[in-house]
């Protein structure tokens, strides 16, 4: 959660605002715009957040991946759950210090006039991609996936089937018996040259 927390304010530190205008039109309507490509910045900022999430995921896969003890599709479950809640605790934390520092735009009460028909604004960087709740679950579940994916590549790599846990654990073969049927030694496949 407090990985969430630095995050999120992290992110409204660095996510760019997105300038635009306010104007009033010949009809008397107020309509609102961006200035040249600031429009594009919802989208860097939301590909800044889910980024910085991806990275908090992976440091803490490998962080966990440490604590030979307790290796296991428990601690993968618990790092999932973490990092959903770390990205919602980001958002959250994220969400309000930007509105803390741009506030929110008020088309309506906008100070246009038909003498001074433009009013410059600051807008807050978006969060998310979007507003559905399927594009905020995706940006919430992206770093649990992440993470996940990294902890079972380090468990894939693990040379040893208990994961390389501390005390190492020797396996027993299945049955006691070290000969075949005949009593003779196994013997592997032949050499190829043979």
């Known amino acids: 959660m407090l990985a969430g927390a630095v995050t999120g304010a992290l992110w409204s530190v660095l996510a760019p605002p997105?300038?635009?205008?306010?104007?009033?039109?010949?009809?008397?309507?107020?309509?609102?715009?961006?200035?040249?490509?600031?429009?594009?910045?919802?989208?860097?900022a939301a590909a800044l957040f889910v980024g910085m999430l991806a990275a908090v995921a992976v440091v803490a896969a490998v962080w966990l991946w440490q604590w030979r003890a307790h290796r296991g599709p428990v601690l993968v479950a618990a790092l999932a759950v973490g990092a959903a809640a770390a990205a919602g605790v980001a958002a959250g934390v994220g969400a309000a210090l930007v509105r803390m520092q741009y506030g929110t735009v008020d088309v309506a009460a906008a100070p246009v006039t038909p003498d001074n028909r433009v009013h410059h604004v600051i807008e807050a960087p978006a969060v998310f991609f979007g507003h559905t709740p399927l594009?905020?679950?995706?940006?919430?579940?992206?770093?649990?996936?992440?993470?996940?994916?990294?902890?079972?590549?380090?468990?894939?790599?693990?040379?040893r089937d208990d994961l390389g846990g501390w005390p190492p654990q020797e396996f027993e073969p299945l049955s006691g018996r070290k000969?075949?049927?005949?009593?003779?030694?196994?013997?592997?496949?032949?050499?190829?040259?043979?």
């Not at 997105?18 to 989208?43: I, Q, W």
């Not at 902890?151 to 790599?157: E, F, R």
């Not at 000969?179 to 043979?194: C, F, L, N, R």
């Open 18 to 44: 997105v300038h635009g205008v306010v104007a009033l039109t010949r009809d008397g309507e107020r309509v609102r715009a961006y200035v040249g490509g600031d429009a594009d910045h919802f989208f860097t």
């Open 179 to 194: 000969t075949t049927a005949d009593g003779a030694q196994p013997v592997g496949p032949p050499s190829p040259s043979h």
């Open 135 to 159: 594009q905020i679950a995706c940006t919430i579940i992206v770093p649990a996936a992440i993470g996940a994916l990294v902890y079972a590549i380090c468990a894939v790599a693990a040379p």
